[in-house]
């Protein structure tokens, strides 16, 4: 529906300018030099005229492929597709393990006597239940920066020790509290905790960044994989430039293992400003070099295109929807996505074995409306953990999206040749429509097929594409009105 | 066309049928939960409520009990009540979506009014009293008993702005036996005079936040005495498994007692530490 209301209003705009060009009057040396021009334009065949404006539409698309209003015409095709591929068991035959979500719902929350921010108490038990559960990656969306009760203690205490109780302890992923710089830094700042001697010391604790890019029409798109950040060491205040990766980004690293975790953190660094304070000549971050870690590849600058979240996950699900099942996982069929609701193991005081989590992804976060943590995104308003769930599915399932540059200006070539033959041989209405028509029978399977695999290929700027030829038509006949 | 159509709706439509996998859970039980029966693999579990049910789990109630329960599915959207007259047996099932019922549905939004994802939001800012670094006492529970005599005595707090002001008072006669500031939150008194009765602990600090406890003195011969068989231990291990189960027993009367006898030791190991700061933060070991 986006779609069809973003096309209108991009019509709506344009349409008026070609309006007036269709009808206001011109002056003689303009009417004298469209005549000319359009005599010689008139002596090529039809065929060839209509290759020429599609040749003319496609460059300038290339050209202007940077410009907002071009993204946003993308943008809208991507999340047509997304939300048809809404919860589609594309993940359900990769090697990912399935993920649960143990959810700070609206009823736990109630049920805690909605406490302004999250119990340590309570989150000390999730985690615990996680870990006991022999869950592989444990992704906290919880910020931990802050003293706030005696909990911390014992919070902190579980932290470092942990990994003691087992011969493959889960690896740990804390949302690191960032903040704006104030003095005009581009850098985020990291704030301090009172973790941070835990998470040095224990080498299955890790930091990661829990931001996102939110659209100008408030809508969470677009990832960013790691973040240079400032962190200044609160004792000597002594400031250094860190690299934090994203929550997406370490979790799959550290599936790959604990070697890929290491090399990360040194590939990054290569990345990094010399400091803290704002530099006009800090070129490594822009130049867009390949990084490679283990078999994880993505760019250093972070691409339009390549940060997209291919949003699989739905929130809610409608009734008598199910989450794909994993194949393969376990003896019984296990969903690739479960929710669990927190207070279903905060109260309960005698669980029983809970080994469904064995070798699984969880991510502890609230959803309850008073967290204030529930974004826009393409499939529809979610959690900021649902979002982070998302981008490590997204991410560990194909990395980055593609773009195949041959197969596009392929399907351009043969989509100019057929539109110029139907606006050819065809009148306006007729021809705009007939165009329009082939464009999405030849362009939508492909695109569906492809992006099942990780690869865009754009239908909506070819849609825009016959639009303009079918104006351009409209001029003509503009110019053969002039020339009779 | 006809094989971009068939391109189209040839892409996945499944059915999931979970075994093992939790569905739901006890939203509510109204009556006696002795009644309720849940049965897993055969083997009967106690029903609480929030207690996570599987596909396959059995929920019955018994004859003649006018108990109910309530059981969520599908993160609480849908419930099922049972009562001695129905039982049920779990078996949740659900449609994959495919991308083809997502067109189908996408198409049939298309001509609904009202917008899709709508939802309200609250557009104010959260406030609250700062409660974070709260002056405290977590070593010191309820009915905490100290032994009379000329003593030394430990104690920690947290929180609060320093300089504190410690205070220790007789209550019925208001005699001090002990008062000192302090910049640290720990603090061993080393020569405290304690007689039998009630006193009062008062720390406060320099931001006029004052944390009072009650303290009991009584003789010596009441002190619990530690199981016989630690003192066949190697003396390291026989003074922290003493102090533990001192802190441990009589609801943690004795914690501040136990405490102070492992902070007075010159030199500490690790596990001794450990142990201080467990009870610093209000820990209490379980005693059996």
Redesign the interface.
Same mark, same amino acid.
């Given at each position: 529906?986006r779609l069809?209301v973003y096309f209108w209003k991009r019509l709506q705009s344009v349409g008026a300018v070609y309006e007036l060009f269709l009808h206001m009057p011109l002056p003689g040396w303009l009417v004298a030099f469209l005549k000319g021009l359009h005599f010689r334009w008139k002596q090529l065949p039809l065929d060839t005229r209509g290759v020429c404006i599609g040749i003319a539409i496609a460059l300038g698309m290339h050209v202007f492929h940077d410009l907002d209003s071009i993204r946003k015409l993308e943008d809208s095709g991507l999340d047509w597709m997304i939300?048809?591929? #809404?919860?589609?068991?594309r993940m359900a035959t990769s090697q990912l393990p399935p993920m649960t979500f143990i959810d700070i =719902?609206e #009823?736990s929350y109630r049920?805690w006597g909605e406490p302004?921010t999250v119990p340590r108490d309570k989150l000390l038990s999730l985690i615990r239940y996680a870990v006991e559960g022999g869950a592989s990656i444990i992704m906290v969306d919880v910020e931990l920066s #802050?003293?706030?009760?005696?909990d911390d203690?014992?919070l902190s +205490?579980y932290l470092s020790g942990f990994h003691l109780a087992s011969s493959a302890p889960p690896e740990i992923l804390l949302a690191r509290g960032l903040r704006y710089p104030l003095k005009g830094g581009s850098l985020f700042e990291q704030r301090p905790s009172f973790l941070d001697s835990v998470v040095l010391s224990n080498p299955h604790l890790h930091w990661a960044a829990p931001l996102y890019s939110l659209d100008d029409d408030g809508v969470i798109r677009h990832w960013r994989l790691w973040e240079s950040t400032c962190y200044t060491e609160p004792v000597k205040g002594v400031r250094q430039v860190l690299a934090l990766p994203s929550f997406q980004l370490l979790a799959a690293t550290l599936l790959a293992g604990h070697e890929a975790a290491s090399t990360l953190s040194t590939t990054l660094q290569a990345y990094l400003p010399a400091s803290c304070d704002p530099v006009s000549d800090w070129k490594a971050h822009e130049e867009g070099a390949l990084v490679s870690v283990g078999n994880l590849r993505f760019h250093a600058r972070q691409e339009h295109l390549g940060q997209r979240i291919l949003y699989g996950l739905?929130w809610?699900?409608?009734?008598?929807?199910?989450?794909?099942?994993r194949q393969g996982w376990s003896e019984?069929?296990?969903?690739v996505f479960?929710?669990?609701?927190a207070?279903?193991i905060t109260?309960?005081?005698?669980?029983?074995a809970h080994s =469904?989590l064995q070798g699984q992804v969880v991510v502890i976060g609230a959803s309850y409306? =008073?967290s #204030?943590d529930i974004y +826009?995104t393409p499939l529809?308003?979610m959690p900021g953990s649902m979002v982070i769930a998302n981008s490590f599915f997204s991410f560990s399932y194909k990395g980055e999206l593609e773009e195949y540059p041959w197969l596009k200006w392929l399907t351009e070539i043969v989509l100019i040749v057929l539109v110029a033959k139907v606006f050819a041989h065809l009148p306006g209405l007729a021809a705009k429509l007939v165009a329009s028509a082939l464009t999405l029978?030849?362009l939508?399977?492909i695109s569906?097929?492809l992006f099942?695999s990780g690869v865009w290929l754009d239908f909506a700027i070819p849609l825009a594409a016959v639009e303009m030829h079918a104006m351009i038509g409209g001029i003509e006949k503009k110019l053969d009105q002039l020339n009779d | 066309m006809r094989c971009s159509i068939l391109a189209i709706i040839a892409i996945l439509s499944s059915t999931s049928v979970w075994s093992g996998v939790e569905v739901g859970w006890i939203e509510d039980i109204s009556g006696n939960a002795a009644d309720v029966d849940v049965v897993r693999n055969g083997k009967k579990i106690d029903a609480v409520r929030f207690l996570p049910i599987q596909n396959g789990d059995r929920v019955s109630v018994a004859n003649n009990s006018p108990t109910k329960v309530t059981v969520s599915f599908g993160n609480g959207r849908n419930s099922d009540t049972i009562d001695k007259s129905h039982a049920l047996t779990v078996k949740q099932t659900g449609e994959v979506p495919s991308v083809a019922t997502n067109l189908m549905a996408w198409v049939v939004s298309l001509g609904k009014k009202e917008p899709q994802d709508q939802r309200v939001v609250m557009a104010s800012t959260r406030t609250s009293s700062d409660s974070s670094n709260k002056l405290n006492i977590p070593l010191l529970p309820d009915e905490t008993t100290l032994i009379a005599g000329k003593r030394p005595l430990a104690l920690a707090w947290q929180g609060g702005k320093p300089p504190y002001e410690v205070t220790l008072v007789r209550r019925d006669t208001r005699e001090v036996s002990a008062r000192f500031s302090e910049l640290n939150t720990t603090q061993i008194i080393k020569d405290v005079s304690l007689s039998p009765g009630v006193y009062e602990l008062v720390v406060r600090d320099s931001a006029s936040a004052a944390w009072r406890e009650k303290v009991l003195a009584v003789e010596g011969g009441a002190i619990p005495e530690p199981p016989a068989e630690l003192r066949a231990l190697p003396e390291n291990a026989r003074r922290l498994l003493s102090a533990s189960w001192l802190a441990g027993v009589e609801e943690g009367k004795w914690a501040l007692e136990a405490y102070t006898q492992i902070a007075l030791l010159a030199n500490r190991n690790g596990a001794e530490e450990n142990f201080l700061r467990a009870l610093e933060a209000g820990q209490l070991p379980e005693v059996k």
């Open positions: 529906m069809i939300k048809m591929n #809404r919860g589609v068991p =719902d #009823r049920h302004l #802050r003293l706030i009760s005696p203690q014992a +205490a739905p809610h699900l409608k009734a008598a929807e199910s989450y794909p099942i019984s069929n296990h969903p479960t929710i669990k609701p207070v279903t109260e309960v005081a005698q669980l029983e =469904d409306a =008073d #204030r +826009a529809s308003a029978v030849l939508l399977p569906f097929l099942r | -």
